[in-house]
């Protein structure tokens, strides 16, 4: 394994960790004394870390897929390091090599970096670094179901994670409490953001509560979106939890929430 090129993987987006780094690299390093603290779960994991790194690292990537990359396995390997001594790693195969020659968690993380290195909207790599983190220690989640959120989240856009959590949040931001039936006037603003969160409803991710008619029939649009009764549900709650999408900072909610009221 050319070990320098993973480093230096890691190095080229060393500055999103700042002082940190060092810890990091350290729990990649793979010495005996690192993988004894670490437990076999954490050497699993930083085992996993290095080989799909080591991969990426002999692709031919832009520049900016480079930092990309480097990106998110470098929020992965935070997010684990700062887990690892307080939750247990998974211990059911996923990263044992397979009779491919190499583990799920390989294949997971590949499905990922895959996602990311093209991704236009830099605001959402940190937290598909955290669904990976994730993944490593729920064991609840098979490969199959890692590829689906993993697609999931590849499909969405970063307005829509934010509404994920606005959805969460909704009684701090004050948002309108009746349906857009009877509204006059759509700005582009509004019907952009409630045609995400229509999206958001037909992919099940969101419910807003559409009160049923007479005939006891659902009419589905988003003119029958309630800001105010939007809820998560499904793979939308899946996301919001192994995505950390609790951490979306409140300053890119507000104008969303503007639009919503």
Not at 1 to 27: C, R, S
Not at 70 to 92: C, S, Y
Not at 125 to 141: K, R, V
Not at 196 to 222: A, M, N, R, V, W
């Amino acid at each position: 394994m050319k070990k320098d090129n993973v480093t230096q993987l890691f190095n080229n987006y060393a500055e999103i960790v700042g002082g940190g780094l060092g810890a990091v690299l350290g729990f990649l390093a793979g010495d005996p004394i690192t993988a004894a603290f670490s437990g076999a779960g954490g050497a699993a994991a930083a085992g996993m870390l290095k080989t799909i790194g080591q991969d990426f690292s002999e692709r031919l990537l832009s520049s900016q897929e480079n930092l990309r990359v480097g990106k998110v396995l470098i929020i992965t390997a935070q997010e684990i390091h700062r887990r690892k001594n307080d939750e247990d790693f998974r211990d059911d195969g996923f990263f044992d090599k397979q009779p491919t020659g190499r583990s799920d968690a390989e294949e997971v993380a590949e499905g990922i970096l895959l996602k990311c290195q093209r991704e236009p909207q830099e605001k959402k790599i940190p937290y598909m670094g955290y669904l990976l983190a994730s993944i490593a220690f729920d064991s609840n989640i098979s490969v199959d179901m890692g590829h689906q959120l993993i697609k999931a989240a590849e499909e969405l856009t970063y307005r829509q994670l934010c509404i994920l959590k606005l959805a969460v949040v909704k009684d701090r931001f004050d948002l309108r409490s009746e349906d857009y039936q009877n509204h006059q006037k759509f700005s582009k603003e509004l019907y952009q953001v409630l045609h995400e969160c229509h999206d958001l409803c037909l992919k099940s991710y969101l419910d807003y509560k559409i009160p049923l008619t007479f005939s006891g029939q659902i009419t589905i649009g988003y003119m029958n979106i309630q800001p105010s009764r939007m809820t998560i549900y499904g793979i939308g709650e899946d996301l919001f939890n192994l995505m950390k999408l609790s951490s979306i900072p409140d300053d890119d909610l507000i104008p969303i929430a503007e639009v919503l009221r």
